[in-house]
Every structure is written in structure tokens, then in C-alpha cells.
């Protein structure tokens, strides 16, 4: 926890600024006496003392005040800015009454003149009184509203009036409560995040492990005699396994790519060697769906600085989704080009295509559209999470265009 204390440093300190203030008020009314009255000198010589003293009193006083903190000391700050407007009162009725006492003696004149004061100095206290409620009450809102704040209303915002202080203190009070929901907002998602992935994590998991333990019990206790069906049993629990093993591969690619980035290894790399490489891995498997597979690259993407190994994991990603949506008689296209700068890869399919409303979520961790969580064989839901980690850590975009039953587009970029 820190506490922040603010002082403001004039160039010239607040008690000198109060010193040079009376002793220009001083000298203002001395030059106004002479102009406005022309006194003889020895009269002026009086006033001048007059005067010296009264403002030496009012010196005192109010840096007596400004010294013993006594307006932080009242409970309410109205009652504070009372006190200055009765000080001020006070000071004034002290300086006119002393003046006008030791210069005029004429006492029907001193009584006028103080009842006057005395109205006068009233009326500037009720006065100021009143117009410090529109302070304090502005003080009161901020309150009330840190109060909200505090029993968790966060995003609790104050009306701001006007230009000054308490308006800025009005806009950074919102500021910071807009922050602060936000902040609470990121956590819940976090939050639900982190249980969801949690529960598929789980279930993914298990799901295998269990068919798996099926399998092999079901061999162990020699239940299944024939040779065929145990041909069957091992060839689903050899699929399990693969499936198992490649989860916690992608589990363990998330995981890198959480704790602080992942850790590129960045060298001039070929794109279309990259992309011939990938369709040649995924040929015999499209080879065996009848689906169509094509590559073209144009020559001025290459060279570009990237880490071969990953950018081939998420093109492997994008073209092993391509495969696994696309039926029978379809055909899948990889192409890079140069588009303002960048270097552009899509992967077109043909295949059964993103319904709208699984279409913003697919990158999301464990999301798995409506037909593929029906299908056995549907993926881990990480593959697109993984692929968007890699080329955002090497500085570019991905992203997918799809209507269901005309195929998919997704790009992603790459800074060249
Ligand atoms: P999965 O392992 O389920 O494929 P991904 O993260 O790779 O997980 O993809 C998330 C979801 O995006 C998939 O479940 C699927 O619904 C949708 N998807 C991804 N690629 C395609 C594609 N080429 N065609 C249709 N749907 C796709």
C-alpha cells in the first residue's frame, strides 16, 4: 500500500506570497488616500502607521491560522470555509474600526461606521456559507460515490460540472472507477476462463483414459477371444492414445505460450518451403479423404524472419482443420502473398463451413463449433487458441471468413 502526498512548490513560498500580497494592499490604499483625500504629509504619516499596524495585526492572524492548521480542524469543510469568510470579516472590521477610531474621533461617526462593519462583515459570512455548499455538496457526490465504489458498485460515476479542481477530481474519479470495472470484468472472464478449461481439460481426458482402461481390462480378462475384434479394441485404443498424447501436447503449447510469451527462435525462414513442406506431410491423409490439396507462393514473400518450426505447427493447425471439415470431393488451397507490406497466408477450404454464431468463439480455448462437439471426432479446441498464439507472438493477425456450407478462409499475417 502507498501513501501519495502532494506539495505544491511555488517558486515563491505561500506565507512570502501572503507578505507581498498585504504589503501591496498596504500601499495601494496609501497611494488611494493621497489621490482620492491629498492629506497634509503629517497626516499621511499617520495613516501610513495606521495602516502598518492593522495589516502587521492581520499578518499575525492569518498566519497564525495558516500555522495551526485550524481550518483542516473543523469537522465539516463549510464550517472551515466559514471560518475564512468570519476571519476575513473580523480582520476587516478590526482594521477600519482601529483606523477610524485613531483618525476620526467624531463618535457618532465610529458607531455608524460600526454597525455598518458589523452588517457587512454578517452578510459576507452567510454568503460565503451559502456559496460553499455548492462545494461541499460536490464533495458529498464524490463520497457517496467512493462509498459505492468501496461496497463493490464499481463503475459508480459522478456528474462533473465546470473546469476546476474538483471537476478534474470529478473526471479522474471516473476514470478510475471505469478502470476498476474493467479490471473486475477481465477477472470474472479470467475466472470462468480458467474453470471452463479446467472442466474440458478434464473431460477431455478422461474421455480417452477411460475408453482406453476399457479396452485394456476387457483384454486382460481375455473376454475378447476373437482375433479380429482384438484387432478392433487395439486399433481404438492406439487412436485414444494419439488423441491423448496430442492434447497434452497442445496443452503444454498453451502453457508456453502463457508464461510470458513464447520463446521465438527467429531466423530468415521460406515461406513456400514451409508451405510445401506442410501440404507434403498432410498429402497422403487428403490423398485418402479424395480431397484436393494445392499450394502457391509468390517468390517476393520470402525471406522472412520467423521461427520455421512454429509458424509450421499453426499452418499445420489451419490445413489439419481444413482437412477434417472438408467431405469427400473437396478441395483445399494454400496461398502467400505480399499485401501492403506484410506477408498474407490463407487457407481456403471447401468444406461445411462456420455457423455465425460459432464463428466469433473459434479461437477461443476448448471452443468447439455446434457440429464438431457432436462428432466423436472433433478436435481439442485448441488448435485455432494455438495458431493465433504463434503468429501474434511474431507480430501478426489471424482471422476466418465463413458461411456454413461454403467452406472457410482463414488468414493470418506475418510483419515482413
Ligand atoms: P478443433 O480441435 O475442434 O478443430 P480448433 O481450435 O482447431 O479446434 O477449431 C475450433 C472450431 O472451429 C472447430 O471445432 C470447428 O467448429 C471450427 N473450425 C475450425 N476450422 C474449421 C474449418 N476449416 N471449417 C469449418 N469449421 C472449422
Not at 504629509?41 to 495589516?55: C, E, N, P, V, Y
Not at 480582520?91 to 474621533?105: D, I, P, Q
Not at 479470467?190 to 482406453?212: C, K, M, N
Not at 525471406?303 to 473437396?330: C, E, M, Q
Request: proline fraction near 3%; glycine fraction near 10%; charge should be neutral.
Amino acid at each position: 500500500m502507498s501513501i501519495l502526498t502532494y506539495s505544491a512548490r511555488p517558486r515563491i513560498s505561500l506565507p512570502l506570497r501572503f507578505l507581498a500580497g498585504v504589503l501591496a494592499v498596504l500601499l495601494a490604499a496609501l497611494a488611494l488616500f493621497y489621490v482620492v483625500m491629498r492629506p497634509p504629509f503629517g497626516d499621511l504619516r499617520a495613516m501610513a502607521t495606521f495602516l502598518t499596524i492593522t495589516a502587521t495585526l492581520s499578518l499575525v492572524a492569518g498566519y497564525a491560522a495558516y500555522r495551526g492548521g485550524w481550518l483542516a480542524r473543523a469537522p465539516r469543510l463549510s464550517w472551515a470555509l466559514l471560518g475564512i469568510c468570519a476571519l476575513s470579516s473580523i480582520l476587516t472590521f478590526v482594521n477600519v474600526w482601529v483606523t477610524a477610531r485613531l483618525m476620526f474621533a467624531s463618535q457618532h461617526d465610529l458607531a455608524l461606521a460600526t454597525v455598518l462593519l458589523m452588517f457587512a462583515g454578517g452578510i459576507a459570512m452567510v454568503l460565503g456559507y451559502f456559496l460553499s455548499v455548492g462545494i461541499t455538496d460536490r464533495i458529498r457526490v464524490l463520497c457517496l460515490a467512493a462509498e459505492a465504489v468501496a461496497a463493490g458498485r464499481l463503475g459508480t460515476r459522478v456528474p462533473v460540472t465546470g473546469r476546476d479542481e474538483m471537476a478534474e477530481l470529478g473526471h479522474a474519479f471516473n476514470a478510475m472507477s471505469d478502470q476498476l470495472a474493467a479490471a473486475a470484468e477481465k477477472q470474472r472472464e479470467f475466472e470462468t476462463l480458467r474453470r471452463d478449461l479446467i472442466a474440458w481439460a478434464g473431460h477431455d481426458l478422461r474421455t480417452p483414459l477411460a475408453s482406453i482402461r476399457a479396452i485394456v481390462e476387457a483384454l486382460a480378462d481375455g473376454v475378447v477371444e476373437d482375433t479380429a475384434e482384438r484387432e478392433r479394441y487395439l486399433r481404438t485404443a492406439q487412436r485414444d492414445i494419439r488423441s491423448l498424447s496430442s492434447l497434452i501436447d497442445d496443452l503444454f503449447e498453451l502453457a508456453e505460450l502463457d508464461a510470458g510469451g513464447l520463446k521465438l527462435e527467429r531466423w530468415p525462414g521460406s515461406l513456400s518451403d514451409l508451405i510445401s513442406d506442410t501440404l507434403e506431410s498432410f498429402s497422403a491423409r487428403a490423398q485418402q479423404q479424395q480431397v484436393a490439396l494445392h499450394g502457391s507462393a509468390d517468390p517476393q514473400v520470402d525471406p522472412l524472419l520467423i521461427d520455421s518450426g512454429k509458424i509450421g505447427r499453426a499452418l499445420a493447425n489451419l490445413v489439419g482443420n481444413a482437412l477434417h471439415y472438408t467431405p469427400a470431393g473437396g478441395a483445399i488451397e494454400v496461398a502467400a502473398r505480399l499485401e501492403a507490406g506484410e506477408a498474407w497466408v490463407s487457407v481456403r477450404d471447401t468444406g461445411i463451413g462456420i455457423a455465425p454464431n460459432d464463428l466469433p468463439h473459434i479461437f477461443e480455448r476448448f471452443y468447439r463449433g455446434e457440429k464438431s462437439r457432436s462428432r466423436a471426432s472433433g478436435g481439442s479446441g485448441l488448435g485455432l487458441a494455438i495458431a493465433q498464439g504463434i503468429i501474434e507472438a511474431h507480430g501478426g493477425r489471424i482471422w476466418a471468413e465463413s458461411a456454413l456450407g461454403q467452406g472457410a478462409v482463414f488468414t493470418f499475417t506475418l510483419p515482413k
